[in-house]
């Protein structure tokens, strides 16, 4: 057992080097663009339309593995380089979360039915918010919605359920959707790398828990629920 952990630090060791190396070509790939534009508009130059749609893709296409990246980089930090265990509010950390965010302009977040303090790493924690939290707003499909966030305490484990009135998961993709880079639309139409629930599988698992879709409420989309260590038990 303690090869097959060494195995995974290793690979996830690894998995960050490359992350990061790749990086710099992807920001060369992003940015050498721009620097032929501005060259040949500084020689007074246009630049036929069909070139210039060719640069925009090039560029679109660099941040979409910049998204990648950014997403296996988080993926591989997770146990990795996690905050020791501490006892944290579950409200608080939701709130403090949300609070973080850019994307949420036009969402209500109803936080009136959570309570618990879990045992975890307070990064790993907040990447599983914000990851949850995300996913509600990225695949809602609107610009404006509700997320209502609950927990409760369950024996020696907090449950955390987040409900969005979106679309909701079609049925047979409950499973599909916790994998590293899948999207039930296009990434670039979504703007993500498909990472999100991912990280906060990653993070559920290692806590001892587990996380998946539950059957919606009437009126509501998506309903994921995970269970995580109760503090103080």
């Not at 990061?20 to 007074?44: C, F, N, Q």
């Not at 993926?75 to 990795?80: F, H, I």
């Not at 919605?145 to 907090?158: A, L, P, T």
């Not at 409950?174 to 999100?196: H, N, S």
Request: net charge negative; proline share 4%; with cysteine.
């Amino acid at each position: 057992m303690k090869d097959v952990e060494t195995d995974q630090q290793d690979f996830e060791s690894y998995l960050y080097i490359i992350t990061h190396d790749l990086k710099t070509y992807s920001r060369a790939m992003r940015v050498i663009p721009e620097w032929i534009e501005e060259d040949l508009h500084g020689a007074g130059m246009t630049l036929p339309e069909e070139v210039v749609t060719h640069m925009s893709m090039l560029k679109s296409y660099a941040q979409g593995m910049d998204r990648m990246l950014d997403g296996l980089t988080d993926l591989s930090r997770v146990g990795r380089l996690s905050d020791p265990h501490s006892a944290i509010s579950l409200c608080s950390a939701i709130g403090a979360a949300w609070a973080r965010m850019s994307d949420n302009v036009g969402f209500d977040l109803d936080l009136s039915g959570v309570v618990g303090t879990v045992q975890a790493p307070q990064n790993d924690l907040d990447r599983l918010i914000e990851a949850l939290l995300s996913n509600a707003i990225i695949h809602h499909g609107t610009r404006s919605g509700k997320i209502r966030v609950s927990g409760r305490e369950d024996g020696h484990r907090v449950m955390l359920r987040v409900l969005d009135d979106g679309p909701g998961i079609d049925e047979g993709y409950e499973e599909k959707i916790f994998q590293p880079l899948y999207t039930l639309r296009p990434k670039d139409e979504v703007g993500t790398a498909g990472m999100g629930l991912a990280i906060a599988r990653k993070v559920v698992t290692l806590l001892g828990g587990h996380i998946g879709v539950l059957e919606s409420p009437a009126g509501w989309g998506c309903c994921i629920e995970c269970d995580l260590p109760r503090a103080g038990v």
